[in-house]
Structures are given as C-alpha cells and as structure tokens.
C-alpha cells in the first residue's frame, strides 16, 4: 500500500498567510524522510484558509528542497487553464525534477461565484472536463497540433480527482481515478468503482488505479487525534454559515469559542468522518475503507493548528500503513 500527503498550504491564525508556503515544503522534507510516495499541492483561489494558488510554482520550490518524492498537483482545476499552459508548466516541472513529476487534474470551479467570475469561468460541463483532460494528454504526449516545450522532459503522468461523472471521463481515456469527500460514504461508490474498472480503456498499457484521499491523523489516543482534526473541521462548519473559509485555529481558542447548533451538528458529523485516532484506530478504518474500495494508495490530507503535532501524525501515520 503506497501512501501520499496532499497538503493544502493552510494559513494559520497568528501567522502570516505566506508563512504557509515554507511550513508546506518543510512538511514535505519530513515526510520524505518518512518514506511518502507522493506530495501533492492545491490550487484553490482567493479563498483566506489557503495560501496556494498555483500549484506548478510551489511544486518547483518543494522540489529545489527534496530528493526523491514525487511532486504533483492534487489537483490543477482545468477549467482555470487552457491544456497548452497546463502542459507546459509541468514538463518544465519534469525536466527540472526528472522522474518525479505527477499532474492531478480537477474540475472545481472557484470557491464564490465573485471568484469565479474573476477566473473567467462560471461553469464547467463533464463533457468539456473530458476533452480538456485529452488535451493536456496529447500535449504532454506530443500528440497536439502544437508542440509544447521542453518536449523531451518525459512521461508526466496524469490522474483525474474525480466524483461521479469524472470517474467515468478518466475510464474512458485510461488514467488512475482519485476520490475523496463525501462520496467515501456512499452507497453508490462500490458500483461507481466496479463501472469504472469495468469501463476502463487501457492507454499506452495502463491498468485502473484507485487512489483514495482522505483526512488521516494519528495521536496516542483517539481522544488527542480527535483534537488535532477539530481546527480543520471547525473551519469547514464556521464557513457553511460565514461563506468564508478561515486560517486554521488553536484547539482551546476553538473551545472556548460559542457554538451555534447547527456548528455544533455540522463538527460532529466532520469528526465522525474524520479518520483520527490511536495507531490501532486508524489502521482499522483504513483497512475498511481499502476493502471497501480495493484502492492501491492512500492519499492523506489532514492538517492541524499544531505543526509540531501534525508532523508527528504525519510519521506516526507512516509506520501505520507501511508497519
């Protein structure tokens, strides 16, 4: 089982917002060092929680400071880009961290709709989602009209986040699928799963792949993991009723903050689903949701307040999935 961090760059209360950019490569040469497949970057817009919004910029300096992990975007939101860009930005990528570079690709559009018509796109069709990914395929294969440069920086290989209808785009052109958020708990998602096997169209000898990112942080108990994930959770809820998704908090700033009713329902259900616990907790739900889904890695995404706690989740996360 391979295990990888996607890691958001979140601002931190107390911290300036660029402060975010150095402690997401320091988390990088950590987990490297804890034997991490992959660190992948976000690309999120105009949103105060997260200070990465250009994942190909930040990959480079992450890369500058490691060795050996691979680098990718989880994901580049395509609808944001044209394929020609996208390309390029990422085999300048390969050629400057040869035999390292990944590219994940989403369809997200911008967190308000004043963000999105900033980006210039309102809506984003499954359809044109699917041509736009075969694009940047043939751009990065040299198989476009034109050619982008470096054109001999080597395979960058691609996958698809997707839920629901991207799953079928990235059967249909042959690339490994990323799933994560609430279609984990569906009753859906092992039918999804088996269409997706079932329907998929090998591309140059690939074979389906399932990778499956979820929030994942250890403790000694389930009790002290369950604290290092409320600063997140507490996020998520404080923006359904704000509109806006805020720098991460202390834990005791958050208790001793008011909850409303619906807050306090809305961090219930985030810690339920949250995968947070001791060593033996955690591996119990991942190996659940591995049967459940057959996926081939594991792609955490959990954060905290405390980075010096996150940092040991992180490796203590390591010894759980590699043993």
Do not use: C
Not at 73 to 99: D, I, K
Not at 179 to 205: C, Q, T
Not at 210 to 225: F, G, H, M, N, Y
Request: net charge negative.
């Amino acid at each position: 089982m391979r295990l990888s961090l996607l890691d958001r760059s979140r601002t931190r209360r107390g911290h300036p917002a660029s402060a975010a950019l150095e402690h997401s490569a320091r988390r990088a040469v950590a987990v490297e060092s804890a034997g991490y497949e992959r660190f992948w970057v976000a690309e999120h817009h105009a949103v105060p929680g997260i200070a990465s919004g250009s994942p190909a910029v930040l990959l480079s300096a992450i890369g500058a400071r490691t060795s050996r992990i691979r680098l990718g975007s989880g994901g580049v939101m395509l609808p944001n880009h044209r394929p020609l860009v996208v390309a390029e930005q990422f085999l300048m990528l390969a050629a400057l961290y040869p035999g390292r570079v990944d590219l994940g690709v989403g369809r997200s559009l911008g967190f308000t709709e004043p963000v999105r018509e900033a980006l210039g796109r309102l809506e984003a069709a499954p359809e044109s989602f699917a041509q736009e990914i075969a694009a940047v395929r043939d751009h990065l294969e040299g198989a476009a009209p034109v050619t982008a440069w470096p054109a001999d920086a080597g395979d960058v290989p691609l996958f698809v986040l997707a839920t629901g209808t991207g799953m079928d785009a990235a059967a249909e052109l042959g690339l490994p699928v990323v799933i994560g958020g609430p279609i984990l708990d569906s009753p859906e998602l092992p039918a999804r799963l088996e269409s997706y096997r079932r329907a998929f169209r090998p591309h140059r000898g690939s074979s389906a792949q399932v990778i499956v990112s979820l929030d994942a942080l250890v403790a000694d108990t389930d009790e002290e993991a369950l604290e290092l994930a409320l600063p997140e959770i507490w996020a998520m809820a404080r923006s359904r009723t704000t509109g806006v998704f805020e720098a991460l908090e202390p834990v005791d700033r958050i208790n001793a903050a008011t909850w409303s009713g619906t807050e306090s329902r809305r961090v219930e259900k985030g810690l339920a689903t949250t995968v947070a616990g001791s060593a033996q907790t955690v591996r119990r739900r991942l190996e659940q949701i591995i049967e459940r889904t057959g996926a081939q890695e594991i792609l955490a995404t959990g954060s905290t307040y405390d980075r010096e706690a996150l940092r040991t989740s992180d490796r203590e996360l390591a010894r759980v999935v590699n043993g």
